[in-house]
């Protein structure tokens, strides 16, 4: 790059710099090349100015960020460690969920296997909602009984409670 100082006018001098072809083609130009150089160099704003060519107007006051020099930092946030604390968070949050999930899961099953076993066993009579029954093992299946384990020496599988949605709740004694 080479700095020339251009005399426009009476004494002002301005300072331009330009590459080396451009000196070469504005040596070997006419006048007018030269007159035309020197305003395009005159309407060039420092990079420093935050000029738009479209409104010819200064739009620093316009911009979300600072466009000076002295201007505020420009911190970019860590977004890694956002990412990285909210999946842990995400990931906790969902476990439980999950856990909750298979202990739901084991307690639906069971009350179904329950529920399934009383209901094939034999009996002779129509079980009342609320009150307790004892399902015991026979010869040829399971049987279910209004006699309590403590009165009958069979093989006592459980005793049960018909709920009021007709399902078979096990009872721990």
Known sequence: MLKLLIKIRNDDL????????AVTNLLLGTHSQLCIFVKNALKKKPDSVV???AT???VAKLL???SSVSGPLIDIPNVDAFKR???????KILNAELEELQTRIQQFVAEASNTQRVYAATYKFEPIVGETYHLYEGKTGDFLSIIPPSQWRKTHIGSFR?????KWE???N
Do not use: H, M, Q, R
Not at 85 to 91: L, M, N, T
Not at 162 to 166: I, K, P, R, V
């Open 14 to 21: 301005i300072p331009v710099s330009i590459g080396t072809l």
């Open 170 to 172: 096990i009872i721990n």
């Open 162 to 166: 018909l709920t009021s949605d007709f």
């Open 85 to 91: 604390k909210g999946v842990e968070k995400a990931s």
């Open 51 to 53: 000029w738009d060519e």
């Open 64 to 66: 979300p960020y600072a």
């Open 56 to 58: 010819n107007a200064f």
